[in-house]
Every structure is written in structure tokens, then in C-alpha cells.
């Protein structure tokens, strides 16, 4: 999207407003967890879209 600029997913905050997937998205919650044993650290997300009210909940990798 034009106007937006790339972060890693550990700096974002609840509150603030995203960009993903080609729609506009504010935080509701975020919860983090530690990288295990065979696997990375993973930031679950909370998200509502602006404009159609939905919401949706990715789990990504944390470092990305």
C-alpha cells in the first residue's frame, strides 16, 4: 500500500493501526510467546478491520 512503511511485528502496539493484506486494521490485543525448542517465536494478534467492523486474529512469526 502506498504510504506505508514495513515494520517488525514485535514493535507494533495495541491501539495503533496496520496495514495488512491490502485492508486497514487497528490492534485490539496482541500476545507474544517465547521460541521453543524446535520452532520460533510466535505474536498472535487481535485485529478489526476500519471500515466492515470484522475481525480476524493471524498468527505470524515474531521476528518478521
Known amino acids: ?5 514495513r ?7 495495541v491501539g495503533r493501526y496496520v496495514a495488512l493484506e491490502e ?3 487497528k490492534i485490539l490485543s496482541m500476545s507474544k510467546s517465547k521460541p521453543g525448542k524446535h520452532g520460533s517465536a ?7 478491520d476500519i471500515f466492515t467492523g470484522q475481525k480476524k486474529k493471524p498468527c505470524r512469526d515474531s521476528y518478521r
Not at 1 to 5: D, Y
Not at 42 to 48: D, F
Open 7 to 13: 515494520v517488525e511485528i514485535r514493535t507494533l502496539k
Open 42 to 48: 510466535k505474536a498472535r494478534i487481535e485485529l478489526e
Open 1 to 5: 500500500m502506498p504510504g506505508t512503511n
Open 23 to 25: 485492508s486497514a486494521y
